[in-house]
């Protein structure tokens, strides 16, 4: 079993960043890799980044790449999202994910966290 919890979320203009964190607890986390989904009122749960626990593999959606980073703390067990140069349609509930391998679809994630909200005002 993997335990997440999201934090890290709330309220920014356009333009202005926000850095997420998601807290990892369990049993042989490093098998897992991590990702990064978000979901806005209406709409169905989208990628964002996903990254390997090592950094060694990352993995971006077009419409945040060069604006989002994914990175992880190992010995904190932490995997964070560093977002800037944010956009109203970066509104959302983010939610963090624990998967086998780094992919961009949402079924292949097995572990949830709660999810932290994110809104962006124009």
Known sequence: QVQLEESGGGLVQAGGSLRLSCAASGRTLSRY????FRQAPGKERE???????SGSRT??????????IISSDNAKSTV???MNSLKPE??????????IGVDTRAREYD??????????SS
């Open 33 to 36: 890799s991590m990702g990064w």
């Open 47 to 53: 990628f964002v980044a996903a990254s390997r626990w």
């Open 59 to 68: 993995s971006y959606a077009d419409s945040v790449k060069g604006r989002f």
């Open 80 to 82: 964070y999202l560093q």
């Open 90 to 99: 970066d509104t959302a509930v983010y939610y963090c994910a624990a998967g």
């Open 111 to 120: 572990y949830w966290g709660q999810g932290t909200q994110v809104t962006v």
